[in-house]
Nanobody
């Protein structure tokens, strides 16, 4: 399974971006899709996750109400619509999947445990 994230770029404070993740290879509509990010000098953060058929959706508190995750199983795509962007949203964003397993949330945080498939990141920079 290969994942390819795209859609990053430079945006002004308060602006919007939509990230896309294209899945290819031995994937199907039952795969859970997720987004992680790594900001400069910080650890990896689980941002959002959507299980098959969108049965469960997770958002980190830091993005709740501003980001929306979605999927288009017919196109093997996942998306992350990011609105009201803040400087602290600046990071490299990665899409990842644990395969058919669901979103694993530990102590309120999306866990990277079991994320077997990772795409190359896409840079998001929010300027003030």
């Amino acid at each position: 399974v290969q994942l390819q994230a795209s859609g990053g770029g430079l945006v002004q404070l308060g602006g919007s971006l939509k990230l896309s993740c294209a899945a290819s290879g031995r994937t199907d509509s039952s795969f859970t899709m997720s987004w992680f990010r790594r900001a400069p000098g910080k650890g990896r953060e689980g941002v959002s996750c959507i299980s098959r058929s969108a049965r469960s959706v997770y958002y980190a508190d830091s993005v709740k109400g501003r980001f929306t995750i979605s999927r288009d199983d017919g196109k093997n795509m996942a998306y992350l619509q990011m609105n009201s962007l803040r400087v602290e949203d600046t990071a490299v964003y990665y899409c990842a999947s644990p395969g058919v397993a669901g979103c694993t949330v530990v102590a309120g945080d999306l866990s990277a445990y079991g994320m077997d498939y990772w795409g190359k990141g896409t840079q998001v920079t929010v300027s003030s």
